[in-house]
């Protein structure tokens, strides 16, 4: 099989990994925890779960408050995972392809939750006493936000040592005898 082919494949898989996680759990917090009704689950000094109904995107910004601006935003983030889809296909490196990988299996997740629910569910409260480092996410959220991390890490430390091993991968030498030349 082709290395590249090879490479993008793992990152399908990996994005339909995180997404099928990230819903299972919303399931778990739904069904048999009941989060719902209970509205907050102590688990530890530092972490509960916590119902959320996310009617915006991060951080709550351009809340959808209306039939239209929900379908509104449940149509832009599928255009960026349209995008995000297309450019991990066009990627040539593992490390870009998995950043990418897992923001368009974060993506996923929240898209259903909207499109079927009109809100993405949150559910973890990660917290020391009253102060809040993070808002509560779940693990799509996280899923993107370390993607986005990663491709960031990528494109400002490892950029170059990248296009040496794909110029060599594409003609065929072997990564150790580029190191030798």
Do not use: C
């Amino acid at each position: 099989m082709n290395p590249l082919l090879r490479m993008r494949l793992i990152g399908v898989a990996i994005a339909f990994a995180i997404y099928g996680v990230d819903q299972y759990v919303k399931w778990l917090m739904v069904e048999p925890l009941q989060l719902r009704q209970r509205g907050v689950i102590d688990l530890l000094p530092f972490f509960d779960l916590r119902w959320t109904q996310n009617f915006g995107v991060s951080m709550g910004l351009f809340e959808a408050d209306s039939f239209e601006s929900r379908w509104i935003l449940v149509g832009v983030t599928a255009l960026i995972a349209l995008a995000v889809t297309i450019w991990m296909f066009r990627e040539k490196t593992l490390g870009d392809i998995l950043g990418l990988s897992m923001i368009l299996g974060g993506a996923l997740g929240n898209i259903k939750d909207r499109y079927e629910l009109g809100y993405v569910i949150d559910y973890a409260d990660f917290h020391i006493g009253e102060f809040r480092p993070f808002l509560i996410f779940n693990i799509a959220d996280a899923a993107i936000t370390i993607g986005v991390l990663i491709i960031l890490a990528r494109a400002f430390f490892m950029r170059d040592k990248d296009d040496e091993e794909v110029d060599d991968l594409m003609h065929g030498k072997p990564a150790d005898a580029a190191e030798s030349n």
